[in-house]
T-cell receptor, first 114, second 114 residues
Framework: DTGVSQNPRHKITKRGQNVTFRCDPI?????LYWYRQTLGQGPEFLTY????????KSRLLSDRFSAERPKGSFSTLEIQRTEQGDSAMYLC????????????FGQGTRLTVV | DAKTTQPTSMDCAEGRAANLPCNHS???????VYWYRQIHSQGPQYIIH???NNETNEMASLIITEDRKSSTLILPHATLRDTAVYYC???????????????FGTGTLLAVQP
C-alpha cells in the first residue's frame, strides 16, 4: 500500500448523468476527507468520515452529492444529475486519528461535464 | 476561511534556497502549521508541519516565530521540480470526533528559474 488511490483518474460525462468516484485510503487510516478543486483555487473541503461515520458535510455538498464509507475502508462520492459547474478535480485524503498527524492526498479524479 | 496569508507568487533561482513566508496572526495555542505543495494536475503533497519548535525533514525546514504568528518554509536547494503552489495551513488538534480538516487558501506559486 503506497498511498491514497483514486479511481477513475479522469471522467467525462454528459450533463444530467450520474457519476461515482472511488477512494481507497491508506490502510489503518480511519479519517477520510473529500475535497473539490477548481482551476486557480485551493482545494475546498466537502465532507469528512471517521471510520464509517460521516461527521461533517460542507455547505458545498448539495443534495445531488452523496458520500459513503460503508465499512470504514474505501469511500465513494456520487454526483447525481451532473451540471457543468460540477466540473472540477475531486480529491480524497486520509489520515490517522492522532495528534498532529499529516493527511495524505490521492492524485484526484478530474471530472468534466459536457 | 483560510487563517493564513501568503504572497501570491515568488521566484527563486535553481540551486538557491527558497524562503516562503506565511502569516497566521490568529493562530490558537493548539493549532499546528502545515505546509503542502501541489504540482500541476497532481494531488497536494505533504511537506512538513510544526507546533512551536522549528522542524526539519528531508524535504524542507519550517521556522516558526516565537509568538507563532508567522512561519517560513525553507527549501534549501531549490530545483526545477520544486516549481509548485505551496500552501500554508493552520490546523486544529485531533480531539474526539473533531474534523481537523485542512482549509486551503490560494497558496504561493513558486517558480524556480534555471
Amino acid at each position: 500500500d503506497t498511498g491514497v488511490s483514486q479511481n477513475p483518474r479522469h471522467k467525462i460525462t454528459k450533463r444530467g448523468q450520474n457519476v461515482t468516484f472511488r477512494c481507497d485510503p491508506i490502510s489503518e487510516h480511519n479519517r477520510l476527507y473529500w475535497y473539490r478543486q477548481t482551476l486557480g483555487q485551493g482545494p475546498e473541503f466537502l465532507t469528512y468520515f471517521q471510520n464509517e461515520a460521516q461527521l461533517e458535510k460542507s455547505r458545498l455538498l448539495s443534495d445531488r452529492f452523496s458520500a459513503e464509507r460503508p465499512k470504514g475502508s474505501f469511500s465513494t462520492l456520487e454526483i447525481q444529475r451532473t451540471e457543468q459547474g460540477d466540473s472540477a478535480m475531486y480529491l480524497c485524503a486520509s489520515s490517522l486519528r492522532a495528534e498532529g498527524t499529516e493527511a495524505f492526498f490521492g492524485q484526484g479524479t478530474r471530472l468534466t461535464v459536457v | 476561511d483560510a487563517k493564513t496569508t501568503q504572497p501570491t507568487s515568488m521566484d527563486c533561482a535553481e540551486g538557491r534556497a527558497a524562503n516562503l513566508p506565511c502569516n497566521h496572526s490568529t493562530i490558537s495555542g493548539n493549532e499546528y502549521v502545515y505546509w503542502y505543495r501541489q504540482i500541476h494536475s497532481q494531488g497536494p503533497q505533504y511537506i512538513i508541519h510544526g507546533l512551536k519548535n522549528n522542524e526539519t525533514n528531508e524535504m524542507a525546514s519550517l521556522i516558526i516565530t516565537e509568538d507563532r504568528k508567522s512561519s517560513t518554509l525553507i527549501l534549501p536547494h531549490a530545483t526545477l521540480r520544486d516549481t509548485a503552489v505551496y500552501y500554508c495551513i493552520v490546523r486544529g488538534a485531533s480531539y474526539g470526533g473533531a474534523t481537523n480538516k485542512l482549509i486551503f487558501g490560494t497558496g504561493t506559486l513558486l517558480a524556480v528559474q534555471p
